[in-house]
Structures are given as C-alpha cells and as structure tokens.
C-alpha cells in the first residue's frame, strides 16, 4: 500500500477522510513538523498512524495516561499492526526484552509515558531505532499555560536530541494560541504546519444548571436522557458515593479514580466499553483518548478548575454526530471549594523558600552542596515534622520540578494501603472485645470509603493526627490486626523520591525563578475566573462563550445549549389557564411534590414554579406535612 488512502480502507474500512485528515498526514509525510488542533472526535491518531505506516521504521507515540496507551495498542493489534507499550510497573528484565523487540521486531508502535524518558535504558534504546515519527499525544500537557501541566513533559525534548532529523507531530483537542506558542517552543518544532480545526460542535448542547440538589438534577438527567454516560467528580470520595446513589436508584454503574488497582481499572473501563455498565463515575483520570463515539451525556458533578478540563471532557459526549449534552451542575458552594482547593493553596514566594529550605534540612544538605543526590522521600511525614500545609507544599515541589530546582518523582504504587477483609458487622464484633483497637478503626474508617470493597491508599500521617497518637501505634494496630487476618495491611516508607539537582543556596536559588512563580499564580487564578465566569454568564450562548475563549470569533448561536433554550422558551407563549388546569388535573390524581409536577408539565421548570406559587396564595392548592402539593 502505498497511500494514505489505501492504509485508511485497508485497516480502519473508512473510504474517505475527516476534516484536515489528509492535510495533516501529507505535512508529516513530507517529513514536516506538525502541529494538530482537531476536536475531541476529531481522529487525531489516524494522523500520526497512517503516516508511520507508510515509511519504515517505528513510531514513538509519548501519551499521558495508561488507559490512553493500551486501549490504543489494543485497537492496533486488532488490525494487525504491531504495537507496544511500555506501562508502569515492567521489570528491568521485561522493560530490556521488550525494548530489544522494538529495534528488532519490526514494530510500527511505540507508547510511551513521558517518565520513561527519564530512564538511561531507555534512551540508550531508542538511540538504536529507526524511528520515523514522534508523536506527542494530549500536547498541551507540556505547557505551564496549558490544562493538565505535567512537569514530566518537559523531558519530551530529549527525543529530538537523539533524532534530531525525525518529524515531531503534535497533537490536541483544546490550545489557546499562547498555549500553541508555548508548545512549539517546548518541543522545538522547526517552522511547524499548524492545522486548526473549528472546535464547534453542532450536536453537542452545553447546559449549565445552577442547582440546590445536584443528586436529584444527576438522577433526572440520566433517567430523561438513557444511554452511555460519564459522570465527573472531582474526588475520589465522591466517586465512590455516586456509584452508590446510583446504583441504588436502578442505574448499571461503575466508578474509576487512580487509587483503583490497574486491573479493576481495565476491568471497569472494560464493562462501559461495553456497555455492560451505562455510567462511568469519574475523576479526570478518566477518559483522555478514549475512543467510545456513542456517550449520550457527560455531566460535571461540580465545576472543574478551567474551560480547557470542562471543553476536552465535554467533548467525550456525541462523537457520533448524533444528539448529545454536557451538563455542568452549579451550586453557591462551588465557588468558595474552587477558591479553596486551587487558588488558596497556590504557594507564595515566601512558602516555595520555606519548603525548599526545609527540604534541605530534613536531608542534611549543607549550604553549597546536594547537587544531583537522590533521596528517599516520606511526602506526608516531611509535612508533619515541619506541620507544613500539604496541598501548599505539593504545589511548591512541583513547581521546584518544572523550573529545574529539584526532581519530584512520585511512587504512585509505593503507597501505604489497606483493605478490610471481613464484613463491617464481623469488624464491629471484634472491636466490642478489643477496644484498644477501637480509636485507629474507627479513624480510618470515617476518612475513607470503599475499604471494604477494595484495597484504599491511605494517609497514616493524617489517621494519626486525627485521633493524637504517634503515627507508629498507628502502624502497631494495623499490623496487629493484619496479623488476626481481619485487614490487608501494605506499609510503605517512602511514596517519593527527590533528586536535588542544583546546589543549596537557600534565597538565592529561589530569587532565580520568582518571576515564573508570579507567572504560574497569575495563570491558575485567570482559568479559575474564567470558568466561573462562563457559569454565570446568562447573556451569551455557551457554545460561542468556549469557541471565543480558544480564538475563534466569527460564531453564531448553537441552539441548543442552556442559554439558546432559555431564549427560545421566553419568546414562546403559553397559556397560564392551561398551565393551571393541567396542574389541577395531576393534582386529583394524587398529592405531588414540586418536583413530580414539574416533571410531569412539561413546561418551562420557571414558569411552572411561577404557577404554583400563585396558586398557593389564592389557596387553590396547598402544601402538606409531607411537602407535597394538594388541592385544597
């Protein structure tokens, strides 16, 4: 085969290409840099596969997440395209044999996570392949100004130190221009191909709802519009809690965070693949690159912290044409928690120098000295020796990471776990006859849920600040009851490791990199303004509101999101009489709440409200003790 076209009917039984398809793959073909802005559903890997496979050669592919890589993978072997990855968790052993088939096997792919450069085993390998593309997957990961920073994207650059002829494509579905710029310097893009594609979705109705009860607006939303859904919290406790409510109002459910194992995550993802379960319940580390086409709906349990994390989940909704919504669901407290959980823990120049002068206490570092040593790093206890901030300090060590200050690598799978292997009855029992136990249990189980369904990371720092003992009777009474076989007890030392890679010079050493810390700051505050804003906003479409925030200005209404609705029901007249009678008709039936009403009318939810309370005042209907209307 010798053209795109042909690779495209041959593997994928497409006859013809999407929007800039082609363009993209003949600028990467003809050995360009290229830079690709397609939506969500766009088919950006078709435009970095079909050129690797029409030159010899193996294409490096770097991409974020996991669960992006092997389903991928998975989609290529299934063609017969041999492709490989190259996950966490691989021995050395395993990593050197499955490296060797790269140079030797006559691969076409392969997947890496961005650490893995990091690794001198590696890069030694890939300095013996014949690469022929590098593509950077989710590209905007790699800039500060962009959604989802990952420092670890920073290393990207080494590829085209040890190729530096080989084209570089990269790749993603939401960039501001700054964003753009940012990227192409990054990755050091020679005079790049930038092709951009409008990122308005005619089948997609962005709703905002500004609501009291958000269970209730999640549970109307799902059972008024059936299908594959995702539901995105943004916290792993919630997750949890909403798999819960709605399996328990008959919903097929399952929940996905990256505490979960990576087999129950590939079993999970797996089962709403196939929709064996209809709603995924998610954090953000659910979904980037996932190619399902057909989610009817993506509701944001609460708001995210940018326009870029709202637009790029959204965007996994209808990437089959068809009709499809994304709900964001709003209440008064979702203001004062995004102010809390990113604005207010966003380090200043006085704490980034606090840490980094600690850090180099708690490791015995003299002034002058430390340059490239490693450390084993205990996250949570180095926070409690100094009573630190943790979410401060986390921000601070990885802005020390991005600016080169230090290396913040964290051990993802290294942390302290616990998993209770009887029922909570059986547990209870023990505890009557064993009190002395009573204080630890019953700490751990207050903080975390799912322990009994599956093994929790847990923070014994925190477990035992709680309750006021010393974090080693914490770890006493978790051994002790691993060893009466009630619990599976995982202790862990360190979840971190540290590698300071410039000498100590306290003050100094921050004073060099202040202005990227006012920058950072600056940037954070301006996205979480943003999409407050965009909430708020009641004189704009939301459609336009987002394509105006990517650059793009010459746009009309949707029609179908929550404003274009709102507009076309305030032109619309009804009859407030019918309205009325309709009202009085349900009423006869039985006694209903408000909710039930409106759900039965049919009418604008306002108006109906507007009826019923006028009907109140003239004592038409009224409101009993179980708050339910009634004819009176």
Known sequence: MTSSLQILQHYWKHDSFRPLQEEIINSVSERNDTFALLPTGGGKSLCFQIP???????????????????????????????????????KYSELDTLLDNCIYGNYKFLYLSPERLQQDLVRERLKKMNINLIAV?????????????????????????LHPTVPIIALTASATTKVVNDIISELDLFQPNIFRQSFFRSNLGYRVEHIAD??????????????????????????????DLLNANGFNATYYHGGVDSQEKTKRFTQWLK???????????????????????????????SIESYFQEAGRAGRDGLPSFAFLLKNQNDTTRLNNQFIKVLPNISAVKLVYRKLCNYFRISYGEGEQTTHDFSFNSFCKTYDLNTLIT?????????????????????????????????LLDFLKNNIQYELVVKAILRTYSGIFDEEVHVN???????????????????????????????????????????????????????????????????????????????????????????????TSDCGICSFCIAKKESKETFDVNQIQQDITRLLREKKLSSRDLISELQYP????????????????????????????
């Open 460 to 554: 014994l720092p925190l477990i035992a600040s709680k309750i006021e003992i010393p974090e080693t009777e914490v770890i006493t009474v978790l051994n002790k009851l691993q060893d009466t076989a009630l619990i599976e007890f995982n202790h862990k030392n360190f979840d971190a490791e540290l590698v300071f890679l410039v000498p100590r010079e306290d003050d100094h050493t921050i004073n060099k990199i202040k202005h990227h810390l006012i920058e950072q700051n600056k940037a954070k505050i301006k996205k979480v303004e943003a999409i407050l804003r965009f909430t708020e906003n009641t004189t704009t479409c939301k459609s336009r509101l987002l394509l105006h925030y990517f650059g793009e200005e010459n």
């Open 52 to 90: 690797a496979l029409l030159n010899e050669g193996i294409c490096i592919v770097i991409s974020p997440l996991i669960a992006l890589m092997q389903d991928q993978v998975q989609q290529l072997q299934e063609k017969g395209i041999k492709a490989i990855a190259l996950p966490s968790g691989i």
């Open 275 to 305: 929709e064996e379960m209809s709603v995924m319940v998610a954090t953000n580390a659910f979904g980037m690159g996932i190619d399902k086409s057909n989610v009817r709906t993506v509701i944001h349990y609460t708001v995210p912290e």
């Open 214 to 243: 958000k269970n209730y607006k999640l549970l109307q939303i799902l059972k008024k519009y059936p299908g594959t859904s995702i539901v995105y919290v943004r916290n792993r406790a919630s997750s949890i809690e909403l798999n």
């Open 605 to 632: 939810e306002v108006l109906a409200l507007e009826v019923l309370r006028k009907m109140t005042e003239h004592q038409i209907i009224k409101i009993n003790h179980d708050n339910n209307y009634q004819l009176v």
């Open 394 to 426: 986390y921000n601070t060590l990885q802005f020390l990471d991005r600016c080169g200050v230090l290396r913040f690598v964290q051990r993802f799978t290294k942390k302290s776990t616990i998993h209770v292997l009887v029922t909570g009855n059986q």
């Open 137 to 161: 997957d989710e590209a905007h990961c790699i800039s500060q100004w962009g959604n989802d920073f990952r420092p670890s994207y920073k290393k990207i650059s080494i590829l085209r130190e």
